[in-house]
């Protein structure tokens, strides 16, 4: 059930605090010439766009990790889903991720 309940609370929830972070920035930057916005605001897209890239690739391994555990469960190689993946599984995936 909650799970079900923030399918729909999220999305108003992202609107509500992108607004107001939008509303906020807008206050902060109110007398700022424009050219020192764009400045400001091209460098903290740079930073933004590359803690966006290592977080979203950052989720992979573990992804990666899930698939393989899933399968060794599937084929009877592990017992139970209690256990936790063998080292080689969590190996390949941390090396998977850097490669």
């Known amino acids: 059930m909650k799970t079900v309940t ?10 509500v605090l992108g607004s107001f972070f939008m509303l906020a920035v807008s206050w902060i930057y109110f007398r700022t010439p424009p050219s020192k ?9 740079l930073l933004s766009a590359g803690l966006y890239s290592l977080v979203h690739g ?4 573990q992804k990666t990790i899930g698939i ?3 399968l060794l ?11 936790a993946p063998p080292l080689w599984v969590t190996s ?4 998977y991720r850097w490669g």
């Open 6 to 15: 923030f399918i729909f609370v999220s999305p108003l929830l992202g609107f």
């Open 37 to 45: 916005v764009d400045r400001r605001f091209r460098r903290l897209q």
């Open 58 to 61: 950052g989720n992979d391994a």
């Open 68 to 70: 393989i555990w899933m």
């Open 73 to 83: 469960i599937a084929t009877g190689y592990a017992s139970s889903i209690a256990d």
């Open 92 to 95: 390949v995936a941390a090396i």
